[in-house]
């Protein structure tokens, strides 16, 4: 890092204008790099994929898109074989066909089947496929457009209401209308940032961190449109870069620029000089904090799915490019405009934070309650992650009002439930699709099967299948798999938006037990390697598996439980995206280990100088309480504005980010990692000869150690 910094500080007029030739050039490339997004949704190689891409290209429609579902609930005393129903039912629907030209319909009207009828003949429903065109807010557009085609149109009597996945996800995002969007979200980030950065700083040295994310934001969307040359990556890339991007690239700056402060207050160092003690030592804290998140991303690269992929490579980047303005332009700013920006000045950053040091002392002295107490409430929030329940959040949570829901209102009421919203598509290539859709019926959970006679092109035909429950649950799944076993003839695969999301899951998750070894054993190395020990990065490893469990916990019991989903006027979902816990672990692991690198690392140069736990856990908190208490508020504040973006996913995704690091910057952070590292004492130095000569480092002994806590209390 020495070599680094000469050469930095050697070349600051290079530096600055490559810079400054990169940020034009991102700023230039950010309309075309948003461009090159995917806006599709893929698995290759399964089975409900590879279906979903015949149906659309021979059909032109459904496939991964979800159909749109229009319902009628007709008064007492009549039924759909009352006089007049059918040709009014037929009437709507060719309104919907109208304003949907590529849709595909099948109703009681166009078949004559009461697969689309409930048992008291009342309620009847409506299938009308859109195509699957991607993007962030699939068919909800669509919807919009069904509902419009509808509006005042009645059968019966009765109004013909829309819903279906599409259309709920769409009446959530009209009543969240007054809530943030993505690039409002991360304006409001930026001013929560703003002003946690005054309060640590209370100098202009508070812009330095948001000039540095500023610059590397933009930075990474120009690396990522020439990857999107090459392979999918998905839309939702821009947004993870953006709101992630600006807490990672803020924290990698904090943690410089307050060591930066902290040394130019020592007697007789010159500003020069200051910069290269501060990235002597912070400077290769955010090295190696950059290189677990990089490790830690390394579980969405190898995912055989293109949008987790995807989101793994625009997380990588974003990580890697922070590192990179850390290293390289934020010395340049510190070593020639940075005493002009620190002002007015003040020796806050010179002596550890008073309040800080005596919570570590509260904690050496207790350390067994400490740990204790924590791991208590930790593991209960473990355990509730031991009970989640992996799919699409249950259609009752997508909205609470409207149209929308009306319609699934009426489908629950009626019997029929909420299969119509997510069926199986049987693609017939050969045989009788009468036969097939007969023997699917007779499949356990499966509440209908329909052949309609005008889904029938290019020699296939389409069998519509209803389960009994959401496709998306559990027991959907079940009933998938008692189809795809059902013994159907050769050519006769099944598909749909349920389907691939079932094959989503088992792609996911197949090798993540795997991935999670090697993973956690990457780090172990390189965190063994910085900090000269066996047993701290063992501990920062277990500890920050129990912070992912932690999360998962939290976003079970508020969203799968509806403990507290309310806030956002949100039902229990019970269920949780089936991508949700394998995106969380990859971002929390990779985020969490920066604090856990930032306060070992600083505990290490203590011990080193001191030769005393004790003392060094006393030093370490004093000096990254603050710092790190700050950095996750401002992450915290990316996540909180992310979570007023319409959709229960976002919801989902803010919330154990965002909870999962205040948990960890807190409980873990600040109670339970002093504590342990207390009450190992001595042997958390510990670092034998052999792992010594494998790594390449100094080794280290355990060494008896003086009376407790040396450490002065810091004068106010």
Do not use: C
Not at 176 to 192: P, R, Y
Not at 519 to 527: S, V
Request: hydrophobic share 55%; aromatic share 6%.
């Amino acid at each position: 890092m020495a070599a680094l910094t000469d050469r930095v500080l050697g070349h600051k007029r290079v530096v600055l204008g490559f810079w400054v030739a990169v940020f034009v050039a991102a700023v230039a490339a950010l309309a075309p790099a948003g461009a090159a997004l995917s806006q599709q949704f893929s698995v290759p190689g399964q089975e409900g994929f590879e279906t979903n891409r015949e149906l659309a290209a021979i059909y032109g429609n459904g496939g991964d898109a979800a159909p749109l579902v229009p319902v009628v609930s007709l008064p007492p005393g009549s039924t759909v074989d009352s006089p007049g129903v059918k040709r009014e039912l037929d009437a709507a629907l060719a309104k919907v066909a109208s304003a949907l030209p590529e849709s595909r319909t099948a109703s009681y009207a166009s078949t004559g089947d009461r697969a689309f009828v409930s048992e008291d003949g009342r309620t009847t429903f409506a299938f009308v496929y859109i195509p699957g065109l991607g993007g962030v807010d699939p068919g909800q557009a669509e919807a919009r457009l069904a509902q419009a085609a509808l509006a005042g149109v009645s059968v019966g009597g009765s109004p013909v209401e829309v819903t279906g996945l599409d259309a709920l996800r769409a009446a959530a995002g009209e009543s969240d209308s007054d809530g943030v969007g993505v690039l409002l979200g991360t304006l409001v980030a930026a001013l929560g940032a703003l002003l946690v950065l005054i309060f640590v700083f209370r100098s202009f040295t508070a812009l330095v961190p948001l000039l540095m994310a500023l610059v590397a934001i933009p930075t990474t969307m120009l690396l990522v449109w020439p990857v999107a040359a090459i392979t999918d990556v998905s839309v939702i890339v821009q947004f993870l870069v953006a709101l992630i991007g600006l807490g990672i690239a803020i924290d990698y700056a904090l943690l410089v620029v307050v060591r930066w402060r902290e040394e130019r207050q020592q007697p007789g160092v010159t500003n020069d000089e200051a910069v290269r003690n501060a990235m002597g030592r912070a400077g290769s804290a955010v090295v190696f904090s950059g290189t677990t998140v990089a490790i830690s991303l390394l579980a969405l690269l190898v995912l055989p799915v293109p949008v987790l992929r995807s989101i793994g490579i625009g997380g990588l980047l974003i990580a890697l490019v922070s590192v990179a303005v850390a290293v390289t332009l934020l010395p340049v700013v510190l070593a020639t405009i940075g005493p002009w920006l620190d002002w007015p000045r003040n020796r806050r950053d010179a002596e550890a934070s008073r309040a800080w040091s005596a919570w570590a002392r509260t904690i050496v002295r207790n350390r067994w309650a400490a740990a204790l107490t924590s791991v208590a409430v930790l593991g209960a929030l473990a355990l509730a992650a031991s009970s989640i329940q992996l799919g699409d959040p249950r259609a009752e949570s997508l909205a609470n009002a409207g149209p929308a829901r009306a319609g699934l209102d009426r489908l629950q009421a009626s019997g029929i439930g909420a299969g119509p919203l997510t069926p199986f598509e049987v693609l017939v290539r050969s045989g009788d699709p009468d036969a097939v859709a007969a023997a699917v019926a007779g499949v356990e959970g499966v509440g209908s099967a329909v052949a309609p006679p005008d889904w029938r092109r290019d020699g296939t035909a389409l069998v519509a299948v209803t389960p009994t429950a959401d496709g998306n649950s559990a027991a959907g799944r079940a009933t998938l798999d008692r189809i795809r076993a059902a013994g159907l003839p050769a050519g006769v695969t099944v598909g749909g938006e349920a389907a691939q999301s079932a094959d989503f899951l088992d792609a996911v998750y197949g090798n993540f037990p795997l991935l999670l070894v090697l993973i956690a054993g990457l780090t172990f190395i390189l965190l063994a390697r910085a900090f000269r020990s066996l047993i701290l990065p063992l501990k920062a490893v277990l500890l920050n598996l129990l912070s992912v469990g932690a999360a998962w916990g939290l976003i079970v019991l508020v969203f799968q439980e509806g403990f507290g989903s309310g806030i956002w006027g949100i039902e229990a979902t019970r269920s949780i995206n089936v991508e949700m816990p394998i995106v969380v672990f990859a971002f929390l692991f990779g985020i969490s280990m920066d604090y856990q690198v930032f306060i070992i690392s600083r505990m290490r140069e203590a011990y080193d100088r001191t030769r005393s736990t004790e003392a060094a856990v006393v030093e370490g908190i004093g000096r990254t309480g603050r710092l790190v208490t700050s950095a996750a508020l401002i992450l915290g504040l990316a996540f909180v504005a992310f979570s007023f973006t319409p959709g229960t996913e976002a919801k989902i995704f803010a919330t154990a980010l965002g909870g999962g690091i205040l948990i960890d910057a807190t409980i873990i952070r600040g109670v339970l990692a002093p504590a342990v590292v207390a009450l190992l004492g001595r042997w958390n130095w510990w670092f034998p000869d052999w792992a010594a000569r494998l790594l390449r480092v100094e080794p280290s002994r355990a060494q008896a150690e003086p009376g407790p806590d040396p450490v002065p209390v810091p004068a106010a």
